[in-house]
């Protein structure tokens, strides 16, 4: 079946690292691609998606890139900060269907 | 404000007490999800409804209920509460989906324990 493998954690880092939390999927045809992000405390909140091959999703300096051909979604930041700190979570929506499959998420701690 | 709600936020109770979880959203979603969040295991689906008395089981249904009498309202009915059912749960919605599936929207999450 369809699903979402992402890097386990915790990942942690000094500020102003570069970040990357890698995430491949098992999915038929052409699903959509996101990368939600939970505050401590909070609930889900969408941080960026792709709906196609090629696409990149990009928002608040993190970026990921649709990549069909490794069947992966890897979230990059080019500098973190304290204010990152949080859990990662990679998921898809298959074309054939509404429902959100989720990876295990990456809890990231950055360290001033 | 567009969001989703979710009463109660913390809850603690006792096996086989009959409670109720509610969701609410007003962004006049047709798609209402519930998932429960454990550790090392991500979220999964509980259940889900594509749109009013249209309700289907998702990954983990076993133990609950869920009704969909109006298109705001998607509670989540734990009719015997077991200490398996200590979670974090998220209630979440959206459009239905196309091309270029919606965002789903979450709730602030029910932390519940059963004792």
């Known amino acids: 079946g369809d699903s979402v493998t992402q890097m386990e954690g915790p990942v942690t880092l000094s500020e102003e690292a570069f970040l990357t939390i890698n995430c491949t999927y098992t999915?038929?045809?052409?699903?959509?691609l996101f990368w939600y992000v939970q505050y401590p405390g909070e609930g889900l909140q969408l941080l960026l998606k792709?709906?196609?091959?090629?696409d990149k999703g990009s928002n608040k300096g993190f970026e990921a890139t649709y990549r069909k051909e490794t069947t992966s979604f890897h979230l990059e930041k080019g500098s973190v900060q304290v204010s990152d700190s949080a859990v990662y979570f990679c998921?898809?929506?298959?074309?054939?269907?509404?429902?959100?499959?989720f990876g295990t998420g990456t809890r990231l701690q950055v360290f001033p | 404000e567009a969001q989703v709600t979710q009463n109660p936020r913390y809850l603690i109770t006792v096996t086989g007490k009959k409670l109720t979880v509610t969701c609410s959203q007003n962004?006049?979603?047709?798609?209402m999800s519930w998932y429960r969040q454990d550790p090392g295991l991500g979220l999964r689906q509980i259940y889900y409804?594509?749109?009013?008395?249209?309700?289907d089981k998702g990954d983990v249904p076993e133990g609950y209920k869920v009704s969909r009498k109006e298109k705001r309202n998607f509670p989540l009915i734990l009719e015997s509460p077991s200490p398996n059912q200590t979670s974090l749960y998220f209630c979440?919605?959206?459009?239905?989906?196309?091309?270029?599936?919606?965002?789903?929207?979450f709730g602030p999450g029910t932390r519940l324990t059963v004792l």
């Open positions: 998921a898809l929506i298959p074309a054939y269907t509404d429902k959100l499959i």
């Open positions: 792709a709906t196609k091959a090629d």
């Open positions: 409804s594509m749109n009013v008395e249209v309700t």
């Open positions: 962004m006049n979603h047709e798609y």
């Open positions: 999915a038929t045809g052409y699903p959509s």
């Open positions: 979440a919605s959206s459009f239905r989906g196309g091309q270029g599936k919606a965002e789903q929207f």
